[in-house]
């Protein structure tokens, strides 16, 4: 079989760089391992950008529980195929593709075959039960992949993967009315915030109290209101997704909304949310949760995307400075998504 060589020609003695996850609550650390060798049904990819998800940080904090260790962090994989196996051959060497956190699904579980393969019994993570993207070659499920519209450059595609696509199913979650509120202006919210004002939408985006900076990035994007978000805004949501993991924020936008609205938890994780009194459900409020994706939503996702000219505000960082980028995520440094790219230069010494 032939492959490309990789970028530093490192294909040759059978080995990659990687940031890999040992331990919870200790930083990533470089390292040289063998690169992965896709079964029939994969592709070996070479990763060109690969987006820092706030789920990356649950998991190597440890608030989310360990499927595998050690563990290569990373689900907003965009990449050249390099090796596809003999049965992925519907994309091809040198083709583009996308690797979102969905790695895989059983098939024959009652969720599977009632078209909720997001709830799947026995699925498999990317950068969770399998190998993520915070290296220089990933191997994925060639039918868990995506095309990504053109009209993306590698680096600004690669928080559609997650960012973009469960932003997206959160949002086709909160119905038809006007006034949507946010609540954590990051990464996700600011996609989901274009496509809401594209349709017409009103959108109202709650921060962190005295988060003047993330409010100024929300209005910049179009939103109506942004504020503190433990005020109330100027009219009643008819609708809110909270993508800050703070439980608190469950009765907050409770009271914020008219009567029938939808609060759509779009985590995986959050802290626990405090008592609170029946009234602030009542009038047919409704709160859910929503996991994960279904292929189905990647491909909707990525049509809209490819019509709607979203901005994606990308800070970039090199793959070798990983745990900084965690970190200025943990932080709240920057406003839109955290991206990293292939750039592994020594500048310490380290033996890697
Ligand atoms: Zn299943
Ligand atoms: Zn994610």
Request: net charge negative; hydrophobic share 45%.
């Amino acid at each position: 079989m032939s492959i490309d060589n990789g970028p530093s020609g490192q294909f040759a003695d059978g080995t990659m760089l990687a940031m890999r996850m040992d331990t919870a609550g200790q930083a990533l650390s470089l390292a040289r391992i063998p690169i992965p060798l896709p079964g029939e049904g994969e592709l070996l990819i070479r990763v060109t950008a690969c987006g820092v998800c706030r789920t990356d940080l649950h998991i190597a904090d440890g608030e989310l529980p360990l499927h595998k260790s050690p563990l290569i962090l990373g689900h907003e994989v965009v990449g050249r195929v390099v090796l596809a196996g003999k049965r992925a051959q519907q994309f091809s060497c040198g083709n583009r593709v996308g690797v979102p956190w969905l790695g895989s699904t059983c098939g024959h579980c009652p969720y599977c075959h009632e078209q909720h393969e997001n709830l799947c019994d026995s699925p498999s993570f990317t950068g969770y039960d399998r190998d993520g993207g915070y290296a220089e070659y990933i191997v994925a499920d060639a039918n868990y992949c995506f095309r990504i519209p053109d009209s993306y450059d590698d680096l600004h595609a690669a928080p559609l993967l997650c960012a973009g696509l469960i932003g997206y199913r959160a949002y086709a979650m909160t119905g038809a009315g006007q006034h949507l509120g946010l609540y954590g202006f990051g990464a996700a919210a600011h996609i989901v915030a274009q496509i809401a004002i594209h349709q017409g939408k009103q959108v109202y985006a709650f921060t962190r109290p005295g988060d003047l900076r993330s409010q100024e990035f929300a209005r910049s994007l179009g939103a109506a209101w942004a504020g503190d978000a433990n005020v109330a805004p100027p009219v009643r949501l008819d609708a809110a997704i909270i993508f800050a993991s703070s439980g608190e924020l469950v009765p907050q936008a409770l009271a914020a909304t008219r009567k029938g609205a939808t609060v759509v938890c779009a985590g995986i994780h959050m802290s626990d949310v405090p008592r609170f009194a029946y009234a602030l459900l009542w009038g047919e409020r409704c709160v859910r949760s929503v996991a994960n994706l279904t292929r189905a939503d990647g491909e909707a996702f990525f049509a809209l995307a490819g019509q709607v000219p979203l901005h994606i505000n990308v800070v970039p960082y090199a793959m070798k400075d990983a745990n900084q980028a965690l970190n200025d995520l943990r932080a709240g440094a920057f406003d839109g998504a955290a991206v990293l790219v292939p750039d592994w230069t020594q500048d310490t010494g380290v033996d890697v």
